[in-house]
């Protein structure tokens, strides 16, 4: 019996220290992510293209040349390239041909002949782009050199019909797109390492905690010191002067495994749409917050004033405006949060409308209570 009740007491312990590492597992989450989630090498980008041409085939959705005049004239310059003389003075009432601006993405190392998507926007008073070909159009980049040449038929996800003056619309059709519109004529130039083999790695959010974090775990990858932290945003690396080990060096620095710092408290507040969004990271000191909504209700009644029977008075309208103010009962209730979770519930204690929540952050943040950074957008 003894000896049953000691395996027993084992049994129990083990189970307990299972249960106590699991927990610490679940307690302690991995939140490590690569560097290239985090961070881009500097250089390495995007880089917008843009240009102006016209859009012709329209079913009669184009432009008002009355109203657009530029769009004729454009109209004349190219046909005048072509070998087509339209005499001055030609009023060209052109409703198949739309002027447009197209825009453009050309990602980093982009060489001559390969294809981009484009988007194709009415800049006049076109009704519909549906049917439509974009003509070859320049896209030229920030510095005014052509990048690449565009030119295809447009793709129109909106819809719409009219008649008797009546109509009805689904989506956009004054804009479109072309998938692989455009064709790369040159590449932008990229010199990675030209500054003796040294590479610059730009942080997505300025951290001087991610950035050291992010240095100690590139040496350790390579067991040297390749990586230097030159501020809070920018990383310096000495990579191989080789082009093809220097892709290598830099394929191997993107895959590294980060733990970055936890975001600042923040609290985003849409103005427009009236959206509250916080991070975990807020919390709420002890505070006390009345609120109370204002109402005021106005209501207008008309009647008829008759003149009497003998007179020659006229029978007039008399408005009869009633209005009510009501304020709503306000009792000061505490509010204090050490979590998220707690943050919402004293704010949902509350019962205010997301307008007036703004007004109530923004005054617990003036108080000192807010335990965060307040951003309107």
Same mark, same amino acid.
């Given at each position: +019996?003894?000896?049953?009740?000691?395996?027993?007491?084992?049994?129990?312990?083990?189970?307990?220290?299972?249960?106590?590492?699991?927990?610490?597992?679940?307690?302690?989450?991995?939140?490590?992510?690569?560097?290239?989630?985090?961070?881009?090498?500097?250089?390495?980008?995007?880089?917008?293209l843009v240009g102006y041409g016209l859009?012709?085939?329209?079913?009669?959705?184009?432009?008002?040349?009355?109203?657009?005049?530029?769009?004729?004239?454009?109209?004349?310059?190219?046909?005048?390239?072509?070998?087509?003389?339209?005499?001055p003075g030609t009023n060209l009432q052109?409703?198949?041909?739309?002027? &447009?601006?197209?825009?453009?993405?050309?990602?980093?190392?982009?060489?001559?002949?390969?294809?981009?998507?484009?988007? &194709?926007?009415?800049?006049?008073?076109?009704?519909?782009?549906?049917?439509?070909?974009?003509?070859?159009?320049?896209?030229?980049?920030?510095?005014?050199?052509?990048?690449?040449?565009?030119?295809?038929?447009?793709?129109?996800?909106?819809?719409?019909?009219?008649?008797?003056?009546?109509?009805?619309?689904?989506?956009?059709?004054?804009?479109?797109?072309?998938?692989n519109g455009a064709l790369v004529e040159?590449?932008?130039?990229?010199?990675?390492?030209?500054?003796?083999?040294?590479?610059?790695?730009?942080?997505?959010?300025?951290?001087?905690?991610?950035?050291?974090? +992010?240095?100690?775990?590139?040496?350790?990858?390579?067991?040297?010191?390749?990586?230097?932290?030159?501020?809070?945003?920018?990383?310096?690396?000495?990579?191989?002067?080789?082009?093809?080990?220097?892709?290598?060096?830099?394929?191997?620095?993107?895959?590294?495994?980060?733990?970055?710092?936890?975001?600042?408290?923040?609290?985003?507040?849409?103005?427009?749409?009236?959206?509250?969004?916080?991070?975990?990271?807020?919390?709420?000191?002890?505070?006390?917050?009345?609120?109370?909504?204002?109402?005021?209700?106005?209501?207008?009644?008309?009647?008829?004033?008759?003149?009497?029977?003998?007179?020659?008075?006229?029978?007039?309208?008399?408005?009869?405006?009633?209005?009510?103010?009501?304020?709503?009962?306000?009792?000061?209730?505490?509010?204090?949060?050490?979590?998220?979770?707690?943050?919402?519930?004293?704010?949902?204690?509350?019962?205010?409308?997301?307008?007036?929540? +703004?007004?109530?952050?923004?005054?617990?943040?003036?108080?000192?209570?807010?335990?965060?950074?307040?951003?309107?957008?």
């Open positions: +019996m003894a000896i049953q009740w000691k395996a027993y007491q084992r049994l129990k312990v083990a189970a307990r220290f299972a249960i106590l590492i699991t927990l610490c597992l679940v307690i302690l989450p991995a939140h490590a992510e690569r560097v290239r989630e985090l961070a881009g090498f500097a250089g390495v980008r995007d880089n917008q859009v012709v085939g329209l079913d009669g959705s184009g432009d008002q040349t009355t109203q657009a005049p530029f769009t004729s004239q454009s109209l004349t310059n190219m046909l005048s390239q072509l070998g087509v003389t339209v005499p052109l409703r198949n041909v739309a002027a &447009v601006m197209v825009t453009a993405d050309l990602p980093p190392f982009s060489r001559p002949g390969q294809r981009l998507d484009i988007v &194709v926007s009415s800049i006049a008073n076109a009704s519909s782009l549906r049917g439509g070909t974009l003509l070859m159009t320049p896209l030229k980049g920030a510095d005014g050199d052509t990048y690449a040449i565009a030119q295809g038929n447009m793709l129109v996800g909106g819809a719409g019909a009219q008649a008797g003056g009546s109509s009805v619309q689904i989506n956009q059709q004054a804009s479109g797109r072309i998938p040159r590449e932008v130039p990229l010199n990675l390492g030209g500054n003796g083999g040294v590479i610059e790695l730009q942080l997505n959010d300025a951290d001087f905690g991610t950035v050291q974090r +992010m240095v100690t775990a590139i040496n350790s990858e390579f067991g040297q010191s390749v990586a230097y932290a030159r501020n809070g945003r920018v990383i310096a690396l000495d990579g191989p002067m080789d082009t093809n080990e220097r892709v290598n060096f830099m394929a191997r620095v993107e895959n590294v495994q980060v733990t970055p710092m936890e975001a600042p408290a923040k609290v985003v507040l849409n103005a427009r749409t009236g959206s509250v969004v916080m991070n975990s990271a807020v919390t709420l000191r002890r505070a006390a917050v009345a609120h109370g909504n204002l109402s005021i209700m106005i209501d207008t009644q008309f009647g008829v004033s008759q003149p009497n029977p003998l007179g020659q008075g006229e029978t007039v309208v008399v408005p009869d405006a009633d209005i009510d103010i009501e304020q709503q009962e306000a009792y000061l209730q505490i509010v204090e949060g050490a979590d998220l979770a707690d943050v919402v519930n004293a704010l949902n204690a509350l019962g205010a409308t997301p307008q007036d929540l +703004m007004s109530i952050l923004e005054a617990l943040r003036a108080s000192g209570s807010l335990r965060a950074e307040l951003e309107i957008i």
